[in-house]
């Protein structure tokens, strides 16, 4: 039974039984989650067959660590994928694989190491501080949808770290806009060629992505090029983020840098995966803490003490143990890219299975932290969860001890060779949002409003996520 402390948030009620093969499709059209079943929570692997698709489901984490991390090249990012981003993203390290991806990779790395990302700590605190101004105009205990409020911050933070731009600066604000529009448009797109399907895209909505693609590939060509053409002259450049070391970086065989058009793609890339997920995890986070007063006043008492806004340290953000914690729930309970397609090279066997080459082999980190058999209480945010002694077990007798549930069974970033490159600036990222927010804010439910979650390209509220803001008595800014 759950403890009356815990809040379980709403998400979609699975159905009692496996739709058929054809409803699910229709259904994931909507929305992939609407497609699980109650026994989704319970497998260890499961099976769709569509005319042109053999889809297989792996949540067993012996199977996920074979997939991902053991056997990475015989399983390369499925097709699809690339399909259906490639008009924005080109030939990036996202739709990439092989020997191309691993040259991406290894010339993207340095921009993302630890020393890099504490460089660019006092860019993403000027954001957050942009952030706290603006809820300070909120009317005292007004709605407001912080949905919205944690894509500006996010995509923010992304244009100052990579580009040196604010996000209130007119190029900044259009690609902004741009991209909302491109991924309104992507999942629609997405799901029909994942089924084999790519017929049942309409044109229309194929023509205005290419087009809205294009556009954010333009604006942001237009930011790129003088510091490119500035770079290859061997002249001065903004130094500091993230776009002067992809600048600076060069194969340690050939000894080239990015091309133009790689520079674009992978920048095209770092801002879509780069502020989209982490605004949909720090949305759910603040939906969570807003439905659990006790754990916001201890994260308010801890940012209050360990936090100041103005400091420029960024190993201050260790200290906020629960801040790390709220953000390591939130993505465990939503995380943001709610599964990861792959694709098998070659015929294989897995458990009883025999999974033939080119079947879609797809891991989903939303079924895995919710799995009935790897966690305790899977749907209850419990932010203390990972807090407990390493010999004590979760209080489950049917799942696993937390600890070895966090080791086997906690991917939102992903695990093996393509784990995200950017876990550590969105967990820093995280910690400072985090902070700034529960020192000076506190945030309420409105009553009657339930966020409804939604699986498309991230896992987003489709009702959005709308609280009550309330700035805090006396000046948390001191």
Not at 37 to 51: F, I, N, T
Request: hydrophobic share 45%.
């Amino acid at each position: 039974m759950s403890s009356p402390e815990r809040f379980c948030p709403h998400y979609p009620a699975p159905q009692a039984e496996r739709p058929s093969a054809w409803r699910m499709f229709f259904s994931k059209r909507r929305s992939w989650l609407d497609s699980l079943y109650a026994r989704s929570y319970r497998m260890k692997m499961g099976e769709v067959h569509l005319p042109g698709v053999d889809l297989y489901m792996i949540n067993e984490p012996a199977l996920v660590r074979r997939v991902m991390v053991e056997e990475a090249a015989a399983f390369p990012k499925h097709a699809m994928l690339g399909d259906a981003l490639r008009p924005l993203l080109g030939d990036s390290i996202f739709t990439t694989n092989g020997e191309v991806w691993q040259r991406q990779r290894a010339l993207m790395d340095p921009s993302f190491e630890a020393a890099r990302i504490r460089h660019v700590f006092g860019r993403m605190r000027e954001a957050a501080a942009a952030m706290a101004e603006r809820l300070r105009q909120v009317p005292q205990g007004a709605e407001h949808d912080v949905e919205i409020e944690m894509t500006h911050v996010a995509a923010d933070i992304i244009l100052r770290t990579i580009l040196s731009q604010p996000l209130d600066s007119s190029g900044a604000q259009q690609i902004f806009a741009a991209f909302e529009r491109y991924q309104a448009l992507a999942p629609r797109l997405m799901m029909p060629a994942f089924f084999g399907l790519r017929w049942l895209r309409p044109w229309w909505q194929v023509r205005r992505s290419r087009k809205a693609a294009s556009e954010i590939r333009t604006l942001l060509s237009a930011l790129i090029r003088p510091r490119f053409d500035a770079a290859r002259a061997g002249q001065a450049t903004v130094e500091g983020d993230i776009l002067a070391t992809l600048l600076q970086v060069r194969d340690a065989q050939s000894g080239e840098g990015f091309s133009f058009d790689e520079l674009v793609d992978q920048v095209a890339m770092l801002f879509l995966a780069g502020h989209e997920t982490s605004a949909s995890a720090l949305s759910w986070a603040l939906h969570l803490l807003a439905n659990s007063p006790s754990v916001q006043e201890r994260l308010h008492d801890e940012a209050a003490t360990l936090f100041d806004p103005a400091g420029d340290d960024p190993s201050a953000i260790k200290d906020l143990a629960l801040a790390r914690n709220v953000f390591r729930e939130a993505l465990r309970l939503f995380p943001p890219v709610g599964f990861l397609a792959r694709e098998s090279a070659g015929a294989c066997t897995m458990r009883d299975k025999q999974v033939p080459a080119h079947a879609s082999v797809v891991i989903s980190p939303w079924l895995i932290q919710r799995h009935r058999e790897l966690w305790a209480r899977p749907d209850e945010f419990d932010p203390d969860r990972y807090d407990v002694p390493p010999e004590a077990a979760s209080g489950d007798d049917a799942a696993l001890p937390v600890r070895e549930s966090l080791r086997r069974a906690y991917l939102p970033f992903g695990m093996g060779p393509r784990v995200c490159i950017g876990a550590a600036f969105a967990q820093q990222e995280a910690a400072l949002i985090l902070a700034t927010l529960a020192r000076e804010f506190r945030f309420e439910p409105v009553a009657g409003h339930v966020p409804e979650p939604v699986g498309r390209l991230t896992i987003r509220a489709e009702n959005g996520i709308r609280l009550r803001v309330y700035r805090r008595e006396g000046d948390a800014r001191r």
